[in-house]
């Protein structure tokens, strides 16, 4: 990315074992920005708007959100629309990254404000390729939040 060091990865998602993956095969494709992990969508819009755990932590200017929809608490399409109807954090790239891949969700997603919907691959590898493609897309980028 662009200044890579300045924009700050949220990845929300709530599987561990998903979100070990996806952190390590960005990191093998030369992702080495700074990867906050929000297990619901509860924390995810605590840790943007520094509320609850993070109520008092300074907020992070550029943020890119890696957001699955299958969340605990408030789920990903909830996630989305608060982030995208509020004006503090509307210009912040939602980049989901789902099991899902029924049109009429992939469609709810960018009407919701996603910039680039990605279907997880239940294969290893072809989602080990998927993420290391999604990381080759992030280095590409150029992200500002409008700070």
Known sequence: M???HDVTILL???DPGHGRLIEKNLRRSSITND???ATNGQVALDYLYGEGDYAGNERV???LALLDLNLPVLDGYQVLERVKAD???KRIPAVVLT???DPREVSRCYDLGCCVYVTKPVDYPQFAEAIRRLGLFLSI???????
């Open 2 to 4: 662009n200044r890579a």
């Open 12 to 14: 929300v998602e709530d």
């Open 35 to 37: 990867i906050v992990t």
């Open 61 to 63: 200017s550029t943020l």
């Open 87 to 89: 004006d503090r954090t």
């Open 99 to 101: 099991t899902t891949d």
């Open 141 to 147: 980028v150029t992200v500002s939040n409008g700070e």
